[in-house]
């Protein structure tokens, strides 16, 4: 069993960055996708970007060109950079884990707040 938990979230003002963090328990070696998703009020959780074991990325048109989701398997970490931060951005954001649809993770998420 993983656990993941975030960290960074926080407030900034629109145009600013933040740089989330994921951190497992356990070996994100063997994890074929991690995964970024986020949740805002009144919404539906959302994928944001995802990057394979091999290292292929995933993004949501939204945030194409503005956020970079990165994995460090030897650390057991993975990390969203999110640059050029509007007020759309605000949302509770979830790390994932995913090989196939009996292994998912999810952490608790934290908070990313824009202030236009």
């Known amino acids: 069993q993983v656990q993941l938990v975030e960290s960074g979230g926080g407030l900034v003002q629109a145009g600013g960055s933040l740089r989330l963090s994921c951190a497992a328990s356990?070996?994100?070696?063997?994890?074929?996708?991690m995964n970024w998703y986020r949740q805002a009020p009144g919404k539906q959780r959302e994928l944001v970007a995802g990057?394979?074991?091999?290292?292929?990325?995933y993004y949501a048109d939204p945030v194409k060109g503005r956020f970079t989701i990165s994995r460090d398997n030897a650390k057991n970490m993975v990390y969203l950079q999110m640059n050029s931060l509007k007020a759309e951005d605000t949302a509770v954001y979830y790390c994932?884990?995913?090989?196939?649809?009996?292994?998912?993770?999810w952490g608790q998420g934290t908070q990313v707040t824009v202030s236009s």
């Open positions: 356990g070996s994100i070696f063997s994890i074929d996708n």
């Open positions: 990057i394979t074991s091999g290292g292929s990325r």
């Open positions: 994932n884990g995913a090989s196939g649809l009996t292994r998912v993770y």
